[in-house]
């Protein structure tokens, strides 16, 4: 089974400007989550997605948004970027099944943004 | 705010010895926590995890320790192979509406050499 799948895998934007990254969970799964990661930082939290609602939100502006289509796939938009945007975006997927154990988050080889 | 924090950046260890990787929190409200391994290029894996309810876990060569008194929790490596050179992570999460939701540490580079 293919794992989660993210594109691109690099990106050169300039300030100012708009980004949409992509993501496709493992198959079956219907949560996803995005997390950014800054080098020499662990991944922080943006978003996640269940059943196309949004269902927690980290501490990050509006100028990043995200949605959840049908088949389960996300998009991570980032309005009017910054240079400190520039980051690894890393999508997360899993089953996610209320009331049952924990589901682990199985993460996706990142998009990595650069912003001149 | 750091609420989860891995104090050592890096690991030096040899072929067939142990390691010890050491991770931290602050928030009581964490009841879950996992390891996840990272290589250049590529996304975290998972590794392992623990729910606040034990103290121990182990997967092969790998165990997870925690001591919700001392809000520390520590990965064990034995024996520790070439191949486990990478970034290690540790991440928490709050059960409820929080599920979903990782705090990650800082990482530390764990390199094994031969």
């Known amino acids: 089974d293919a794992g989660v799948t993210q594109s691109p895998t690099h990106l050169i934007k300039t300030r100012g400007q708009q980004v949409t990254l992509r993501c496709s969970p493992i198959?079956?799964?219907?949560?996803v989550s995005w997390y950014q990661q800054v080098l020499g930082q662990g991944p922080q939290f943006i978003f996640q997605?269940?059943?196309?609602?949004?269902?927690g939100r980290g501490n990050f502006p509006d100028r990043f948004s995200a949605r959840q289509f049908p088949n389960y796939s996300s998009e991570l938009n980032v309005n009017a970027l910054l240079l400190g945007d520039s980051a690894l975006y890393l999508c997360?997927?899993?089953?996610?099944?209320?009331?049952?154990?924990?589901?682990?988050?199985?993460f996706g080889p990142g998009t990595r943004l650069l912003v001149l | 705010d750091q609420q989860v924090k891995q104090n050592s950046p890096s690991l030096s260890v040899q072929e067939g010895r142990i390691s010890i990787l050491n991770c931290d929190y602050t928030n009581s409200m964490f009841d879950y926590f996992l390891w996840y391994k990272k290589y250049p290029a590529e996304g975290p894996t998972f590794l392992i995890s623990i729910s606040s309810i034990k103290d121990k876990n182990e997967d092969g060569r790998f165990t997870v320790f925690l001591n919700k008194s001392a809000k520390h929790l520590s990965l064990h490596i034995v024996p520790s192979q070439p191949g486990d050179s990478a970034v290690y992570f540790c991440a928490a999460e709050i059960g409820g509406t929080s599920y979903g939701k990782l705090t990650f540490g800082q990482g530390t580079i764990l390199t094994v050499h031969p």
């Open positions: 198959s079956g799964h219907k949560s």
């Open positions: 997605y269940y059943e196309k609602e949004e269902r």
């Open positions: 997360a997927s899993s089953l996610f099944l209320a009331g049952r154990a924990r589901e682990t988050q199985y």
